[in-house]
Each structure stands twice: as C-alpha cells, then as structure tokens.
C-alpha cells in the first residue's frame, strides 16, 4: 500500500492512496476459492463449480466487495498508523472506479477527513459551583391538595337572578374581534369559565364578575406581547360575551374519603407521596441548574479548534428547527424581531458552544473510562419505548435493531455520566432558596 499525505491544515488532513492489483487479486481470488467449496449450481455437483464459471458468474460482485473492504481495512490502517481520531465519517473517493473493477488493476483512492483536536481537559477539582437547594413546605403540599381537589369538583347551578361572583363558572358565548373583525380561535360556544380564574387571556376573565345568565357584554383585552399565536401578540381586541348558565363550584373536603377515592390508604399517606414528589421535582431543577453551571464554567475554561463538519452539522440541526418553528408561527418573539443573519450569527455560536463541550465531555469520559454499559441502554430503550402507548414492544425491538438509531440514545446518558462525574469532583456549596428563586435561576 502507497500512502500520500495530500493535505494537513489545521483538523483537516488528506491522503492518497494506492492499493497494488496483486494484493487486491490474491484477495478476490481467495474469496472466490471459499465461494467454490461450498457453491452448487443447476449441472454441477455441491463444491465441484469450475473455477472458469465462478468467475463468469460471480466474479464482478467479489471483485466490488474486495474493494469495498480493502479500502476501509487501508483507510483504518492509516489512521491507526498516524494516531488519527477522525471527527466524523470520512469522505472517501475512487480515483478511477471503472479500472478499479476490472481483476488485475490498482485500486487508487483518496480519503479526506477533519480529526479532533487536542484537547486539554481542565482542573475541574477546582472548579466552584453552588448547589441551590428548595425544601418542602406545607404550602407546596396544600396547593396540590388544592388543585386535585379542584379536579374533582362538581358545579352547582345557581338558581337566583343575579351576576357571577369570583370563583364562580358561567358557561357563555363569545365572539372575539380584532378592528371589528373576527379572528381565528376568536370564537367559542358553551364554555365554562372561572371568573376571575386562571387559563384565558390576562384581564379576560375578570371582566366576567358581575354578568348574569341573559346578559351580553363587550369587554376589551390586549394580548400578551409574547402571545403564542404572533398574528395576534401585543393586539387589542373586543369580545361579544352572552351568559348562558352560572353555577358554584363544590370542592370535595381533603378527608380520608377523599384520599381513598384517588386510590391512598389515609391523607397522611397521600401528603406523604406529594411531598415525595415534589422533592424529586426540586431535586431535578437542583440539578439542571448545577449543571448549567458546570457547563458555563467548563466552556469559559477551554478553547481549542473546531472541526467544521461537525459545527455545520449541528448547526443544520438547529436551523430546521427555527425554521420549523417560523413555518408553525412557534418562533420565540424575540427570534421572531431579528432578521436571517443576526439569527445565523447566534445560532452558529451556539453551534460551536454545544461541539465544543461535547467533545469536552467525550474527552473526559475518555480519559477516564466513561462508557455507557448495555445495562443502562436497554433501559434507555425501554424507557424510550414506554412513550409510545401501546407499541412498546415494536418501538424496542426498533432500537434493537437499528444500532445507529440506539446510538441516539447514547450520547445523552454519556453526557449525564460525565456530569455527575465532574460534579463529584468540583467544590459545591449548598445554598437553601424558595421554590420560587430555584425556579427563576433555572429559567434565566
């Protein structure tokens, strides 16, 4: 084997190479001799195929699958040969493919490729991260024993001529305008509404107190200026409400009835399990935090150059799922205010930052023996899997054999692993906040 190195600038390394027609030959013919012992064809004899007709029959086909491994058994030999870590598939070319299928020829290739770079893994012992810690209170638990309760009320009609009082559900009619013309979604009819409740445009619901079954009335509201829908963000609009029935609700008493009915032996046992899981649900944004953390720090500490392919890659990525979003009218408003370039301009550095902590993190993982057992991905899958209702077997036996689908599921539990692994090192401080501040330092 000829190797040429064409290229070496910066990550991106090419080389030419040139595989001599006797080895290539002793292969194909090697492989055709394998194929004779065991071949039988219509007029012969099991393993006693003339040599002649083997060739005229399946000659071509092994002559392209002698190709086709020796250049990826030359291409891996000249990456281990130069210690080459390659960034991503690399690009592999025929010189002349049409000689390259006729017995007795060199095969000549290039192969071209973007290696990863050198990367110096940082002192994390002395990285400083601050762990915010929420603890449960009585208010937590009660507003979820509130909310369940509020489930499972009942409505009560309310027989007396009079207006709707907070708290109460008028069931209405209503037409929605813009510039007195309706607009999409802008109409309901025979909904139940709390007044002055939660759920409807800011000013909405309010504006119900007082109005009685019979009576229409004009109310006017602005939408959010980040209002999911931007045809209609920050505009001011009319709404047409006709009362149809008014009733109370009834909230069921938190009592051992209560708690038996939703499948708990006691209200002690049902509080319990709330706390329970509103712990784990403060345990997780304590953690996402942290983490948020560790890779601000981790990206400030490093610099090293990126392989091109792997940013453009990732920065497809993200750009069909902006433009996704701009086709769907789910872009963030502010995205929604910038124009192409500004947007390619961030997105790309957002690009780099994730390649660049993920090489990070794989290169921890490296050096320290990081690995993802096939323990934890046969839970992955079944944990996949469990998503889809009712095709969880079919879903896990499509991970099961689909290892480049599987692979999907890898990188994330790696990522997890180093984590924690940084974590463990890394000087924490323990700070106790509400469940408010925890909540707003995980949304910044």
């Known amino acids: 084997m000829q190797v040429t190195e064409t290229l070496s600038e910066g990550l991106k390394r090419a080389f030419d190479v040139v595989l001599p027609a006797a080895d290539i030959e002793d292969q194909r013919m090697?492989?055709?001799?394998?194929?004779?012992?065991?071949?039988?064809l219509p007029g012969f004899r099991p393993g006693k195929v003339p040599m002649p007709v083997i060739k005229q029959r399946f000659g071509n086909a092994v002559q392209a699958e002698i190709i086709e491994q020796s250049v990826s058994d030359a291409t891996r030999k000249v990456f281990e040969e130069r210690g080459l870590r390659p960034a991503m598939q690399p690009k592999i070319d025929l010189a002349d493919p049409a000689a390259a299928a006729k017995p007795g020829s060199d095969v000549a290739f290039t192969v071209s490729l973007e290696i990863l770079p050198e990367i110096a893994i940082p002192d994390v012992a002395a990285i400083a991260l601050e762990r915010l810690k929420?603890?449960?209170?009585?208010?937590?638990?009660?507003?979820?024993?509130?909310?369940?309760?509020?489930?499972?009320?009942?409505?009560?009609?309310?027989?007396?001529?009079?207006?709707?009082?907070?708290?109460?559900?008028?069931?209405?009619?209503?037409?929605?305008?813009?510039?007195?013309?309706?607009?999409?979604?802008?109409?309901?009819?025979?909904?139940?509404?709390?007044?002055?409740?939660?759920?409807?445009?800011?000013?909405?619901?309010?504006?119900?107190?007082?109005?009685?079954?019979?009576?229409?009335?004009?109310?006017?509201?602005?939408?959010?200026?980040?209002?999911g829908v931007p045809d209609l963000a920050g505009k001011e609009a009319t709404f047409e409400i006709t009362a149809k029935k008014l009733a109370r609700a009834l909230l069921p008493a938190v009592d051992?009835?209560?708690?038996?009915?939703?499948?708990?032996?006691?209200?002690?046992?049902?509080?319990?399990?709330?706390?329970?899981?509103?712990?784990?649900?403060?345990?997780?944004?304590?953690?996402?935090?942290?983490?948020?953390?560790?890779?601000?720090?981790?990206?400030?500490?490093?610099?090293?150059?990126?392989?091109?392919?792997?940013?453009?890659?990732?920065?497809d990525?993200?750009?069909?799922?902006?433009?996704?979003?701009?086709?769907?009218?789910?872009?963030?408003?502010?995205?929604?205010?910038?124009?192409?370039?500004?947007?390619?301009?961030?997105?790309?550095?957002?690009?780099?930052?994730r390649v660049r902590l993920g090489l990070l993190l794989a290169e921890i993982a490296r050096v320290?023996?990081?690995?993802?057992?096939?323990?934890?991905?046969?839970?992955?899958?079944?944990?996949?899997a469990a998503r889809y209702r009712g095709q969880e077997a079919q879903i896990f036996e499509m991970f099961r054999k689909n290892p480049t689908l599987a692979e999907t599921l890898r990188g994330p539990i790696l990522e997890e692993k180093v984590v924690d692994f940084v974590i463990e090192l890394a000087k924490i401080e323990e700070r106790v906040v509400s469940a408010e501040a925890l909540s707003k330092a995980v949304e910044s």
Not at 30 to 40: F, P
Not at 176 to 194: H, L, N, W, Y
Not at 317 to 339: F, G, M, V, Y
């Open 30 to 40: 090697g492989r055709l001799a394998e194929l004779a012992k065991t071949l039988s």
């Open 368 to 384: 320290n023996g990081i690995t993802v057992s096939q323990d934890e991905m046969t839970r992955a899958m079944r944990a996949e």
């Open 256 to 315: 051992a009835a209560f708690a038996e009915r939703i499948g708990f032996e006691s209200v002690e046992e049902l509080r319990e399990t709330i706390s329970q899981q509103i712990g784990r649900e403060y345990a997780q944004l304590s953690r996402l935090n942290l983490k948020r953390q560790l890779l601000d720090k981790l990206a400030a500490l490093v610099s090293f150059p990126l392989p091109e392919a792997m940013v453009t890659a990732e920065f």
């Open 134 to 227: 929420a603890e449960v209170d009585d208010a937590a638990i009660e507003k979820v024993l509130a909310d369940m309760a509020s489930r499972q009320r009942t409505l009560e009609p309310v027989e007396e001529a009079r207006g709707a009082a907070k708290g109460e559900v008028l069931t209405v009619d209503f037409i929605g305008r813009i510039d007195g013309v309706a607009f999409p979604g802008g109409t309901g009819e025979g909904m139940e509404i709390e007044v002055a409740g939660e759920g409807f445009i800011p000013g909405f619901t309010e504006q119900l107190e007082g109005l009685a079954p019979g009576e229409t009335r004009t109310i006017t509201v602005r939408f959010p200026e980040d209002y």
């Open 317 to 353: 990525q993200i750009w069909q799922r902006i433009e996704a979003d701009r086709k769907a009218s789910r872009l963030a408003p502010e995205d929604a205010a910038k124009d192409d370039e500004t947007l390619r301009t961030e997105y790309r550095a957002i690009a780099e930052r």
